[in-house]
């Protein structure tokens, strides 16, 4: 199968889910990924802020506020390019930016910066496999800046937060694509040795 199949196919069955589902599973998967050791290794927490078809990350998000972790959350920035920026609990100025989503404003002085300490980054995409394989929406934002972050900080790890049908037996990839270490759905944890 190829990744564009697999994508077509993914699309159409997580549009086929109640929306509600999005919100229960999210709540249970992030309580799960909060239990981890994973979890209380970082206090920095890199987190999508969740389209409709997504797996909700409003309670990861509460979670880590109440933790007193520093969350950082991604801005689009040109076609190729994102970057992760400081939010807090009482953000107020979130903007509507590339592809509809939620964004953080913005400021400059709230930039992340790899080379100040090690990060959790809690992966989006359509579908992933036991051995750390995801695939994205195609734009590569996530591949890229992974490039870059563990370039700087080679001790940060990267976790995908995903409904439970979004494991599928196998993920096409390419030589770009970075396996992440870990996927977590509110029935299990998985740690991939990379």
């Known amino acids: 199968m190829t990744k564009k199949e697999l994508r077509a196919i993914m699309k159409q069955k997580l549009n086929g889910l109640p929306k509600r589902q999005f919100a229960e599973e999210g709540a249970l998967a992030a309580r799960r990924l909060a239990d981890t050791h994973m979890w209380d290794n970082y206090k920095r927490i890199l987190i999508y802020l969740s389209m409709p078809d997504e797996l909700d990350t409003s309670a990861l998000l509460d979670i880590a506020f109440a933790e007193n972790k520093r969350v950082y959350s991604p801005k689009v920035e040109t076609d190729t390019t994102m970057r992760f920026f400081r939010v807090t609990r009482d953000e107020g100025s979130w903007v509507t930016g590339a592809f509809d989503i939620r964004e953080p404003a913005g400021r400059e002085e709230d930039v992340f910066k ?44 990267c976790c995908a937060l995903c409904l439970t049908c979004q494991i599928v037996d196998e993920v096409p990839v390419d030589q770009f694509d970075r396996r992440l270490n870990a996927i977590c759905t509110k029935d299990e944890f998985i740690m991939i040795d990379t």
């Open 114 to 157: 790899p080379e100040e300490g090690k990060a959790l980054v809690i992966s989006p995409g359509l579908a992933f496999d036991r051995t750390g394989r995801r695939i994205g929406r195609g734009k590569g934002f996530y591949d890229r800046f992974y490039e870059k972050l563990f370039a700087a900080s080679p001790e940060s790890a």
